[in-house]
């Protein structure tokens, strides 16, 4: 510990703990909010709530919270659960891997603890994706055991008390508040000790205005008393998130498949294991949208998913300029997501035009996506085997060659253009064969529609998309957008 954790550790055994204690379990006690997960002590209900709130707000995680809980009341309930409705019913709230890991924990209960939580803090930190602060917090809160739970409220809160100058994101220091927080435990009252500190945080010493005047410990807050309050907690800012360009395809069906649209299952483990998305591809260059891009979006403005109209793009001139150049970017973009995904799924596709931009963030990485409307052309059966056709020759009829069906159509000059560099993308490369029996789709691709939609689990920003893309649809308002 730092010298001043040292002195605050001291203090805490002292009477600025007991004052701390005493006056934060009355102020608690008497205005603490009517949440559902405070129902009762369940360790279960315990466990899922911290789950749910970690990074998310308490009124975002409510509605989840009380379907999850009406979905899964057991324990085993949820051990037994089939992934695909667990993430299902926690599709919105984002950080999936909590929802697996919460899953992989309760089946880890079921199996070595008959499905009843451990009253015992190892084999409780031991669960998956619990980590010190969920392990604090179940067995305090369900148990009542004097175990610290601290999280970025608690370190706000005991750095602005103790007027501590460590830099919070440093793992040791944290360790050091955790002691602070333990040692200011009162006796028999771990559970509403540590949801009022929390609370605390959340309500009134919030980061950038803390409500001191209405604060239950600003007598002795020595933060304050130093006017230091809105200087503290000292944090290093975390690494940005790495920028990806990513193009997305939104192709529509024809024929028996009209009115549905293509999406893909992602793999089986990593970033969005086994949810659903529309298909999409690194653009060229990857981490960024390129000079051109850059200039569009800066006559343009920042976009969240939605279109912006001609007007936010300012003067006449700047809304030329910002539409020619990103006219130009889009047919080349639209050329390489064709491209790409006839060389990874063997999935020929004609894209028609841009449709709009989406963000997704993730915590090392945010997407860029920009989405275009796209018509189905056909699989690509594999390459024909030896003895049979002549290697790297087309067997089907002309019509349907890759380079003939991207170049057809009538589409507009955007797409037009994209389907040209994208044709002769492909015949370079050598990518020919048969198209493959009609209703076969690349390996983890299927078509839906709108109520299909009800029992698959999609990323956020794939789930806004398909739903405003099923409004528009419906108004007949994706028509009038085309350019």
Request: proline share 7%.
């Amino acid at each position: 510990m730092t010298s001043k954790q040292q002195a605050a550790l001291e203090q805490a055994a002292a009477e600025p703990g007991r004052f701390f204690g005493t006056e934060l379990l009355g102020w608690y006690r008497s205005v603490k909010r009517d949440l559902p997960w405070r129902a009762n002590r369940d360790p279960y209900r315990v466990w899922v709530s911290e789950i749910m709130l970690q990074q998310t707000r308490v009124d975002t995680v409510i509605p989840y919270y009380n379907r999850f809980m009406d979905k899964f009341p057991t324990i085993r309930n949820l051990a037994e659960a089939p992934e695909e409705e667990v993430l299902k019913c926690w599709e919105g709230l984002g950080y999936y891997s909590r929802a697996r890991n919460l899953q992989a924990g309760a089946q880890q209960v079921v199996r070595d603890y008959g499905g009843t939580v451990p009253d015992d803090k190892t084999a409780v930190a031991a669960l998956k994706g619990v980590g010190p602060y969920t392990a604090g917090a179940i067995m305090s809160i369900a148990f009542n055991r004097p175990e610290p739970a601290v999280d970025g409220n608690v370190m706000r809160v005991l750095s602005r008390y103790f007027c501590l100058e460590d830099d919070i994101a440093k793992p040791s220091v944290r360790a050091g508040i955790e002691r602070i927080a333990a040692a200011l435990i009162p006796d028999g009252a771990a559970g509403d000790f540590n949801q009022g500190i929390m609370e605390l945080g959340a309500l009134v010493c919030t980061p950038k205005s803390p409500g001191c005047l209405i604060c239950p410990v600003m007598a002795q807050c020595a933060g304050r008393l130093a006017g230091r309050e809105l200087e503290l907690p000292v944090k290093t800012k975390a690494k940005p998130p790495r920028p990806e360009l990513r193009l997305a395809a939104l192709v529509e069906g024809a024929g028996p498949h009209a009115g549905a649209v293509l999406v893909r299952q992602r793999p089986e483990s990593g970033l969005l294991a086994r949810m659903w998305e529309l298909p999409h591809v690194l653009a060229p260059g990857g981490g960024s949208a390129g000079p051109a891009a850059a200039g569009a979006a800066a006559a343009a403005g920042p976009v969240r998913g939605r279109r912006r109209s001609a007007a936010a793009l300012g003067t006449p001139a700047a809304a030329g300029e910002a539409s020619a150049i990103a006219g130009a970017d889009r047919e080349a973009r639209m050329a390489h997501m064709g491209r790409a995904l006839a060389e990874e799924a063997r999935l020929l596709i004609r894209p028609r035009r841009w449709w709009r931009d989406a963000e997704h963030v993730f915590s090392h990485i945010r997407w860029d996506l920009q989405v275009y409307l796209a018509d189905f052309g056909f699989v690509l059966e594999d390459a024909a085997p030896a003895g049979g056709a002549q290697a790297g020759v087309y067997t089907g009829l002309a019509a349907e060659q890759p380079a003939a069906y991207m170049a057809g159509g009538a589409f507009g000059s955007e797409g037009e253009a994209a389907q040209r560099e994208t044709a002769a993308s492909l015949d370079h490369a050598g990518l020919h064969g048969l198209p493959a029996p009609e209703d076969r789709l690349p390996e983890g691709y299927r078509w839906i529609r709108q109520e299909d939609m009800k029992e698959m689990a999609f990323p956020n920003v794939f789930l806004r998309l398909l739903n405003d893309y099923w409004e528009q649809r419906g108004s007949g308002s994706l028509a009038e957008e085309a350019e």
